[in-house]
């Protein structure tokens, strides 16, 4: 009983590997509904007020400080070889390959780029907005940082927010929001929002960024993430788009024929001969005796 369970057990997970076989119909996008509204605003104003207390050199600027002079990496060294590899989690290649493996299976399995195109969003998405805020925040980090106390704004850094922590927010949650079930999307969410702060946290730790850059990193992250839903029409057209592209070379390739691109010469139809005139076409074939 024990064999033909543990059987029974690796039919279903190598089914649930095997390719659908048509689109399932449970794929419908996450809509803006009225709660994900009010996540979005409430994200946006702490995105706000992180932005105007470093301005303003407030306690969290004081707060980086003194976190920088602690030196966690000089007070935990033993963490430093696993931190360092830990913090690839946050590293823009590596997640993205790894991320577009999962969801290019996705793909291929439920019959649908929707996966790959909102991972293809929500990278664009990241870049343009945390880049566009490094560059014109230009805050220095803590190995760069010139005045003990200041924001260090405005000058010619790039670390504000941080990247390592939007692109872990962003890479591992949209497995998350591609979810296709309740459970699935509850059991991603939480383990994304681990990876990604443990991310944030591995970025202090090496002091490489402030920890006012990892919570703005972390709201733009989830900014991302929540304005998606807008993004589901465009991205839901572009399917459309490039599956009948994909259909017409497809069908293109099918006509083409075979033979390096000279149609094929029809086979002789014999013509088909009277009933009456059978006979005499066998004498005439014999000839005379």
Do not use: C
């Not at 024990?2 to 996008?29: C, I, K, V």
């Not at 079930?181 to 946290?201: I, K």
């Not at 998606?228 to 069908?251: K, N, Q, Y």
Request: hydrophobic share 45%.
């Amino acid at each position: 009983m024990r064999t033909e369970r543990s059987h029974s057990r690796l039919d279903r997970l190598f089914a649930r590997l095997d390719r659908e076989p048509e689109r399932p119909a449970n794929l419908d996008p996450p809509r803006m509904s009225r709660h994900r509204i009010v996540l979005l605003g409430s994200t946006l104003v702490f995105y706000a007020l992180i932005i105007i207390a470093v301005i303003n050199t407030s306690w969290l600027v004081r707060l980086d400080w003194q976190l920088m002079f602690f030196r966690p990496y000089q007070q935990w060294p033993e963490l430093h070889a696993f931190i360092d590899y830990y913090v690839v989690l946050g590293q823009r290649g590596p997640t993205a390959v790894m991320v577009a493996a999962w969801l290019g299976w996705r793909s291929w399995r439920q019959h649908t780029l929707r996966p790959l195109l909102m991972l293809g969003t929500s990278l664009l998405l990241l870049n343009l907005t945390v880049g566009a805020a490094k560059l014109s925040m230009g805050r220095l980090g803590p190995h760069y940082a010139t005045t003990i106390g200041s924001n260090e704004m405005w000058l010619t850094g790039d670390i504000f927010p941080s990247g390592h922590t939007a692109n872990a927010v962003v890479t591992w949650g949209i497995l998350a929001y591609l979810a296709s079930t309740p459970p699935a999307r509850r059991y991603l969410s939480a383990l994304s929002a681990v990876v990604a702060l443990g991310v944030g946290l591995a970025t202090v730790y090496l002091g490489t960024h402030w920890l006012s850059d990892v919570l703005l990193g972390w709201a733009a992250g989830v900014l991302i993430l929540l304005a998606l839903p807008w993004f589901e029409p465009l991205t839901a057209r572009a399917e459309t788009w490039l599956l009948s592209v994909r259909d017409r070379i497809r069908d293109r390739y099918r006509r083409a024929p075979a033979t390096g691109g000279q149609a094929p010469t029809p086979a002789p139809v014999p013509r088909p001969v009277p009933a009456g005139g059978e006979l005499a076409a066998r004498e005439a074939s014999a000839g005379p005796h």
